[in-house]
Each structure stands twice: as C-alpha cells, then as structure tokens.
C-alpha cells in the first residue's frame, strides 16, 4: 500500500494541503510536526520541515524510520533558471543535484557527493510521469520537466544564477530538493520534486518573490493533491 510523505520548506506549502487532509493527527519529531492522514483517499504524511538541505533530509529520514512512507514528494516554490519558464510555471523534476557543493580539489565534479554513485539523484520515473500530468491537470501547457538544483542560497544575483546554470544545467533552483532525494535515494524510496515558479532568480528575485510566494506554492499543492489522487488509483 502506498504511503505519501509530502515535505514543504514552509508554511505556505503546506498549508493547502493540511486544509484538505481528512482524518488528521498530529506528532513531533526534531522540532517539527509531522500530520498524518488522507488527501484524496490516499494515505499521507505531511511536514513542514523549514529551510535549508539539513532540515529537509532530516524530515525525509524520520519519514522513512517513524512512519514507514512508501513514496516522497517534495512541494514548493523555486527561482527559474531557465528563460523559457515563467512566474507560476511548474517543474518536475527528472533529478536533482546541489549546485553549493564543491570537491573539486579531490578531482570531483561540481555537486558530486563523495561516495554516492551518481552526480544528481534520479526521480522515479513512474512519479515523474503521474506528477507531469498532475501539473497539467491544474495548468495546461505551463510544466517542463528536467533538473532541480539546490544550495543553502537564496538565488537573487545574475552572476550566482549563470554560475548554477553552467555548473548544473538546471530547471530551477531552491533550498531543499536535493537533500530530499538525497536522502530518498539512499533509503530506495521513490521520489519527485514539484516545483512552481516565484521569481527568475536574478537582480530582480527580491522584488518578485513576496508578490508571488503565496501564489505559486498554492499552485504547487494543487498539483500535489492532484497526484495523490492519482496514486490512489494504483494504489
């Protein structure tokens, strides 16, 4: 049977889905509430884990140790780094990789983790598929799919967003994403980042996000929620 962790960074991404979940209770683990329950019939978890990679592969961790999650899905917001995506576009991701870690003194690639085997965390293809349809469901014609980049960086410079770019190749880039399938990767649960576009993660990131924040991540959820009713089905 499967079980849906759903991981936001913050309030706002998680707060429509916390509105729809039927059967709610609630338990602390490291600082942060974790609700279970059921969105759309379908059996989930849903916590806000706040910012940063540490916060988010924690919450992923205590997902798989304590409530026994089957699938994960990490919901939000993102600055675009790609020119064909605007404000309110939403990515799936194909994978992910940090764009803030750096061994190159040891002859690694920019992003490659020592000891994993991989420079950027595959999604599941499957969740990548039904995510991609989700996305169209609640905007038609407004989903790419392809790489998320993530750093402990809120992207609001020109130079920092072409530097990700060179490096990564990427979508989008965010805080958490990685570190969520990271960890996810590790503990063989399939995984998929959902994203919605709050700014273009350049000089003008600071102006866009507060106008947008609220808009996007509601975007986010409906497409989560849509999801959730997808994996219902083949449930």
């Known amino acids: ?29 490291a600082g942060s509430t974790f609700y279970e329950g059921t969105l759309n019939g379908l059996n989930a978890v849903v916590v806000q884990c706040g910012i940063g990679k540490v916060n988010a592969a924690l919450c992923v961790q205590i997902l798989c140790d304590c409530f026994g999650v089957t699938h994960v899905v990490n919901t939000g917001i993102a600055g675009s780094l790609c020119a064909k995506l605007d404000i309110g576009d939403l990515v799936i991701s194909t994978d992910a990789m940090y764009h803030d870690f750096n061994c190159c003194a040891f002859g690694y690639p920019v992003g490659k983790v020592p000891g994993m085997d991989v420079v950027a965390f595959p999604a599941d293809v499957e969740m990548i598929r039904l995510a991609y349809d989700a996305a169209e469901t609640v905007n038609p014609g407004h989903t790419r799919r392809g790489r998320v980049a993530s750093g402990d960086q809120f992207v609001a410079s020109g130079e920092l967003k072409d530097k990700i770019i060179a490096n990564t190749q990427a979508l989008c880039t965010e805080m958490e994403g990685t570190a969520i399938a990271q960890t996810a990767y590790r503990n063989g649960v399939p995984f998929v ?9 350049d000089n003008s990131a600071d102006m866009d996000y507060p106008t947008f924040e609220k808009i996007a991540a509601h975007r986010c959820a409906a497409v989560t929620m849509t999801l959730a009713a997808a994996l219902k089905e083949i449930n």
């Open 193 to 201: 980042i959902i994203r919605a576009i709050s700014d273009k993660a």
């Open 1 to 29: 049977m499967i079980k849906l962790g759903i991981i936001g960074a913050m309030e706002e991404e998680v707060e429509t889905l916390l509105e729809q979940m039927e059967d709610k209770r609630a338990s602390t683990r």
